[in-house]
């Protein structure tokens, strides 16, 4: 499977974006998809992921702003991030488990 992302840009601090993230092939029996962000000079980290399931979890910095879903019909998986702040800019990333990753998508957000 080959992951395309898109959605990223720039915004104002208190702003939204939503990513997407469209797979090549079927993805519904993949069992985890998940967003990851790398920071200029900072080591790539785990945003919010996604089970077959629906079953979410998000890193602390983000819980309560951003939320992820996917659409199985669409082979697709959407990061919707909301009250954005100067500290969320960086480059984001999709994955698909065990090991696919998409190219990135530049999030920044200007105070």
């Known amino acids: 499977v080959q992951l395309q992302a898109s959605g990223g840009g720039l915004v104002q601090a208190g702003g939204s974006l939503r990513l997407s993230c469209a797979a090549s092939?079927?993805?519904?029996?993949?069992?985890?998809m998940a967003w990851f962000r790398q920071a200029p000079g900072k080591q790539r980290e785990s945003v919010a992921q996604i089970t077959s399931g629906g079953i979410t979890a998000y890193s602390g910095s983000v819980k309560g702003r951003f939320s992820i879903s996917r659409d199985n019909t669409k082979n697709t998986v959407y990061l919707q991030m909301n009250s954005l702040k100067p500290e969320d800019t960086a480059v984001y990333y999709c994955?698909?488990?065990?090991?696919?990753w998409g190219q990135g998508t530049l999030v920044t957000v200007s105070s």
């Open positions: 092939s079927n993805f519904a029996s993949i069992n985890v």
């Open positions: 994955w698909a488990g065990p090991n696919v």
